[in-house]
């Protein structure tokens, strides 16, 4: 049975099997950033979903193997003073992509129909006018050539709560736990029903929300990659391969003779 047919009869998938698959997507990955950099492409992928949905890990798993002048991560912290008066887009247009890049926000604008409308950071009146207006915003720049992919990632209740008894229990990760990820924790149906008016208003037909299933972090991650390698048509670039040069030598001298009385760091393994 292939890897792909164990995940759909609900096999686990063994690390081998995930790192064979991942490695593969990886490598489609790396021809899909040939192909928007020939071509001049700008595209946008959002990343949504609760805290603990496996956002981070699923970025990471995108950008692990591609150059990051066209894969650029964008997560940006709480806004400013100065950032809570400007126009509320303002500070994540800046972020948007030029000719042959690929930017990833890990959280985006839409904390305004999450978190911000949840713990009350926004006003009613400007929840329901970013719901409004937000559709028309991302058809203006449809129709400005970038492509938006907009992904949200699912994690269920019981999944959460063991991922965020993980995170207290190892202090590796126990970075990733504030205390407004509790807060959101303890809110759980609040989220629930800020999700669903979101998806109401905002899965439009010209930028709809994609779904990923993220209880199964292997799985969530070989499936968003497929999904995302799909939405943008690509081919393989023709190149020449690359053959290195001769080194050289007409100008040698002892480069390794300068370097010993430099302040190497200790060899300890």
Request: contains cysteine.
């Amino acid at each position: 049975m292939g890897d792909k047919e164990a995940a759909r009869n609900g096999e686990k998938l063994t690390n081998k099997e995930y790192t064979k698959e991942l490695r593969r997507l990886q490598a489609e990955l790396c021809k899909l950033q040939y192909w928007v950099k020939h071509k001049g492409l700008r595209v946008i992928v959002i990343f949504e979903g609760r805290d603990a949905a496996g956002k981070g890990g699923t970025i990471r798993a995108i950008t692990e193997r591609v150059s990051p002048r066209v894969f650029r991560v964008v997560a940006l912290p709480t806004p400013s003073d100065r950032e809570k008066s400007q126009m509320y887009m303002q500070r994540y247009i800046q972020h948007f992509p030029a000719a042959g890049e690929i930017v990833i926000f890990d959280r985006s604008w839409y904390n305004r129909a999450g978190i911000e409308y949840v713990m009350g950071f926004c006003t009613k009146e400007q929840h329901d006018i970013f719901l409004d207006r937000c559709p028309q915003a991302e058809q203006y720049l449809i129709n400005n050539g970038i492509v938006l992919i907009k992904d949200w990632l699912e994690v269920g209740q019981g999944e959460q709560e063991r991922r965020f008894k993980a995170r207290i229990n190892d202090p590796l990760r126990q970075w990733k736990l504030s205390p407004m990820d509790t807060e959101s924790f303890r809110r759980w149906y609040e989220f629930s029903r800020a999700r669903d008016i979101m998806l109401d208003k905002t899965d439009s037909k010209a930028a709809p929300w994609h779904i990923i299933r993220s209880d199964d972090k292997k799985r969530a991650r070989l499936n968003c990659i497929t999904h995302l390698l799909g939405m943008i048509p690509y081919k393989k670039v023709p190149g020449e391969r690359v053959k290195l040069p001769p080194r050289d030598k007409r100008k040698r001298y002892d480069d390794q003779a300068t370097m010993k009385h430099r302040h190497f760091i200790p060899e300890i393994y």
